[in-house]
């Protein structure tokens, strides 16, 4: 998702900035009453909703368009949220202590814990400075370039090798190359550090990282403890897929290439990051468990495109019982790369007015991945239009997981029975195709935990000054080997900085959001399909057209922020605990297959 924040360029959610325990304001002689807090709350609420939008329409056109000029403006806008943010948070502190309604202390601790990047208040010149950095960061990264065989290739154009070369040098120089447009960030990065850790700080946070862990309705440490848990549930199942894959890599490469214990190459796993496996599909498919389709070949023959690929994704919503997309989403969407001009083409979606001016920015390519991104995209701009009933601060999911996890959820349903539905198949494979269909699931959900987690472990060892810039490489690449058992191709130059080749680090998005939907999604389809009344295997349930389900959907989607996520989660699944058991479950049936071929092998790196 993307929204206007604090921070400025980049974001993700609606969002302000923290305040707490600084005690700089408020005078003792005229304390402050319930009255006076909420007349304070609807006026920052209109202020913040005049301000998101007008930043919003200015990012819109930043990202749509970068040039020296949009980068300015946007840099300008971002200053403005940011100073307003500050302002409002610092001045939110002089009602801390009195009695306020559940719903006034919760709006005051959204503008508390909702800044991604604040600057110190009162400063706009170091506001400014900030805003700068943080346009200047994401635009390099939206423009950057790689030249192959003497053409100027895109970060599309260079991941389509990555995900389809079986060349190791090929893939080498590609997977390099991308991370020859990070190095100029390095400096930019470690100063937009320095002065966001001031910013927390005079909010009371210890540090970027307190705050950005504040934003989960409990303590900081209690969350991180939180995501310990989910990581200790899940990792077996990385750790066999990641053994099973590597041994499949081996044969292919053969031992110089990758080897058959340790780490394995980042380059050879078929996504830029390593993040998503699926890409490698074909090397690692279960030997006698052919689904007996491939997802981007039937999109490619049917003769899908962009628009027909969002149509059908906005087909799932409204069988569920949602409202078609507004006729501006379609005038006004950016749906495929221009030919003509620097955008930034990671996929978000947007909410320019906060009510209906709901939008993509995607460069599409007809291929599996980018089906599964539209209804990701689009599960933010149903999730945006149910709670827009909200006030503004509580215009935002009920965290920033479920944001991510509501159309990955509907994309759970894209199941070989819906492919029939759609006329895309004509058969639906047996259940001796299971074990096929749950490979090349876990191969973009499975294969992506350790990296969902291991981004801010890297963010908030930085932000807590326990890694330095100068250590700033190595202790992404230590994290990488830790979490995800991966390596770069070759030795990494002095000057590499590599975090900075990943959008979410560019543009100053938090990461943790992502680890966390992956875990709920499929939480979110276990109760769907309980919901649904389905007894057969969990990755064969689909909720195409089931409208009961899709209006208690609905239900926890209106909510938005107004209530602390288990609440949400509870609407619809009845349980409060975010827990990795659904996911494990539903790739049951695979870990015993892994187990099976792992056999002898001594797994884990
Ligand atoms: O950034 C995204 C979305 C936009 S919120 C396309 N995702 C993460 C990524 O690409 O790194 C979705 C999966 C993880
Ligand atoms: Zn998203």
Redesign the pocket.
Known sequence: ?RKILLAGAAA?ALALAGCSGSGNTGAAANKPTVADADKFLADAESQLGDMYEYASHTAWVNENFITYDTDWLNSRASSEVTQLGVKLAVESEKFKGLDLPQDEQRKIMKLRTASVMPSPSGDKKVADELATITTRMQSEYGAGKFTVDGKALNLEELSNIVGESRDPAKLKQVWEGWRTVSPPMKADYARMVEIGNQGAQELGFKNIADMWLSTYDMPPDQMEQTVEKLWTQVQPLYTELHCYVRTRLNQKYGDAVQPKTGPIRADLLGNMWA?DWSNIYPLVAPRASDPGYDLTSILKAKGYDAMKMVKTGEGFYTSLGFDPLPKTFWERSLITRPRDREVVC???AWDIDNVDDIRIKMCTQVNAEDFQ?VH?ELGHNFYQRAYDKQDILFRDGANDGFH?AIGDFIALSVTPEYLKQLGLISKVPGPDADIGLLMNRALEKVAFLPFGLRIDKWRWQVFRGQTTPDQYNDAWWALAKQYQGIVPPGPRPADAFDPGAK??IAANTPYLR?FLSYILQFQFQKAACEQAGWTGPLHRCSIYGNKEVGAKFKTMLEMGASKPWPDALEAFTGTREIDGTAMVDYFAPLMTYLKQQNEGQSCGW
């Open positions: 998702m993700c993040q990671h996929a978000s991104t990701h991510e959008f979410h992502y």
